[in-house]
Structures are given as C-alpha cells and as structure tokens.
C-alpha cells in the first residue's frame, strides 16, 4: 500500500507557473506509475499526465500538451507536475494517483488504485 500527500497549490495569475509535488510513502514506490488528474466545480475529474514507473514513459491530455510536464524521482519517492503558461480554466482540485496496472498509459479514474487528498489550483484572469 501507498500513500500520497499533494503539495504546492495556490493562488497564481494567468500565464503564470505553478509546481506540484506528490510525496509517497512506502518503499515501493517504483512499482507504480503514477498519474495526476484534477477536478473542477461542478466537473468530473479527469486526466491531465501520467508517467511510468522507470519515468522514461509520459502521457498527456491535449489540453495540457506542451504547458504541463510530468516528472518523478523514484529516490525521493516523489512525482511532480511542472505548469506553465496556466489558464483560468486549468483551475480545479488536483490529484495524483498511483497505478499497479500491467500496461501505460493508464488514463482511465477507475483504474487506479490510490489517490492523494488533492490540491488546490486557483488560475485568476
């Protein structure tokens, strides 16, 4: 089991950066890989990166491509996501979450296993 605690939220303005850290217990955490999904009001969560468990594989969704860069240190038991260039519309709750599935890219909610609490983005115009 594994467990994941999301830091580096906040308050930015449009066109501004953020970095998100996910930092995870255990001392497996290179059997996983890992996955960041984010939640808006009144939305469903959906997708936005997921990396393998070596980091030599990466996904996104189209909306994130190109601004948003996922990233993971197995040493320090720690993935992160980069974002760039953000939008009002990137706001929402993100969540990363940690697969044991056979096969990359996961981007399917349902198919993983443990999830962080989430944390806040907030992306003024």
């Known amino acids: 089991q594994v467990q994941l605690v999301e830091s580096g939220g906040g308050l930015v303005q449009a066109g501004g950066s953020l970095r998100l850290s996910c930092a995870a217990s255990g001392r497996t955490f290179s059997s996983y890989d890992m996955g960041w999904f984010r939640q808006a009001p009144g939305k469903e969560r959906e997708f936005v990166a997921a990396?393998?468990?070596?980091?030599?594989?990466?996904n996104y969704a189209g909306s994130v491509k190109g601004r948003f860069t996922i990233s993971r240190d197995n040493a320090k038991n720690t993935v992160y996501l980069q974002m760039v260039s953000l939008k009002p519309e990137d706001t929402a709750v993100y969540y990363c979450a940690a697969d044991t599935n056979p096969w990359f890219p996961v981007v399917t909610m349902t198919e993983y296993d443990y999830w962080g609490q989430g944390t806040q983005v907030t992306v003024s115009s």
């Open positions: 990396i393998s468990r070596s980091g030599g594989g990466t």
